[in-house]
DNA sequence: AATAGACGTCTAGATAAGTAGACAAATCAG
DNA sequence: CTGATTTGTCTACTTATCTAGACGTCTATT
């Protein structure tokens, strides 16, 4: 295989090389449990040497896709790519493959005074705060999700308060009257996750990250919630749902 | 600022900053037609030499997102991006914001025995073969999205005909007698481009892509078009329209 | 138990990336 | 027109990455 140098790309060999493998891997070329070419076979087949190769599986390793086992070789770890929903009433807990144990965490809230110009005007908001709540998802017990919510602090009174109580923004929303919303708009983006995203997902710097940003609002149209989701691209697919319109 | 070592990442400090540059460039951090840090600013910023500086910002200019101008500096310039609308009834032409000259161009079509697994399934093949349809969608004469398409042979006799004549997918269609459908399926994912789609869009290697795999189905709900799209993620965002169902 | 095959670790040398600084050429303000 | 500022180009040097190969350790098979 003829393959990029480094010098055009920016990139170092073994990071290619790494990044090949793991789309290999995702997309089922290697498929989970079985062996990984030795060592040397992938050496002879990128053309590079041993010690090489041997960096660029540390980052699959770092990343638990492979394990290495001395003397035996290296082996796909089974591994799931999360489907995630979005549709009309959908929240981030709700994935698609049963059963995972998905977990919400709000990390922390704030009131702020000045939320970023598209949080305003998305919210309406005119000038008026906006209660700000960071949460992180969790799928078997790795981070797959860094989310930010805004709410319009006139709309939803003391949901900081109770979110401290019940630790769960969808209960929160309960305690102050809220049962029912919809998904109005939602925008899907791909970029590189920056550093603060990469640490709390536990991502190896570089890492592609899935952005949607949505509003969801009441029944009658008024606009409650904004929420931009960081998902990580390696484990997570965006499932979009046409259901709901079938009966048309 | 604190920065990333490229030993850290596997990235070229000169590809980071890049990066970084590019996103805040996107982001409008920097906005259109305005004047960008100097390079010396940059490399004090960075905390590398100028050299390295003008690399990063070498393939800005590459990317046709800036323009340097010697002795004066290097300016932002004018960009859009591009929002792709995702709902029932839209096509690959349809963008959101007006007015774009948007054109799409098969470059290649063929009738393929053996297509692969996703394909197969999402049409119910059933062993049957299926016409694959290559093409790219321009806006303003920028490519911005790579398409793969597969249509079962037995629902559109003599499309590749068509597409012939017409150079048109949708008028090929329309010429087999197939004039409505609706998106009944859809996932977005995102990755790194391979070397072929970073080709065809005249990307740098690197750079990451939306994908989009969709199915667009007869009235009846027979599945008529398995369809992958590759779009430029640095340029395009996807906007998931729920203006359908307002109505409900 | 012997052995081949695979991963684990190390040192030395070659190549590429980044730093450092000097100077040229173009632009712009005064 | 003059001078300060900014991009353009070049050479020498330093540091990191990659190659090369030897040798060790572990595992599975015969």
Redesign the pocket.
Known sequence: MTFL????T???????IADQLRSEIVDGSFAPET?????????DR??????????S??VLVEEGLVA???????FVVPHTLLVHRIGLRTRLSNSARQPDATSNRPIASEIVANPPQEVASRLRLEGRPALQIETVADVNGTTIARSTAWFDVALTPDLDVHLRQTRSVTKALRAVGIDDYVRTWSAVSARIANRVEAEDMNLPSGSIVLVVRSVNSLLDGTPLQYTSTRFRADRVELDIDFSDLAGH
Do not use: C, D
Not at 5 to 8: C, E, H, N, P, Q
Not at 68 to 74: A, C, I, L, P, V
């Open positions: 140098t480094r010098s055009a920016g990139y170092s060999t073994w990071r290619l062996k990984m070419p030795t060592e040397g076979e992938l050496a990128f053309g590079v040497h041993r010690n090489t190769i041997r960096q599986i540390a290495r086992r001395q003397g035996s070789g290296t």
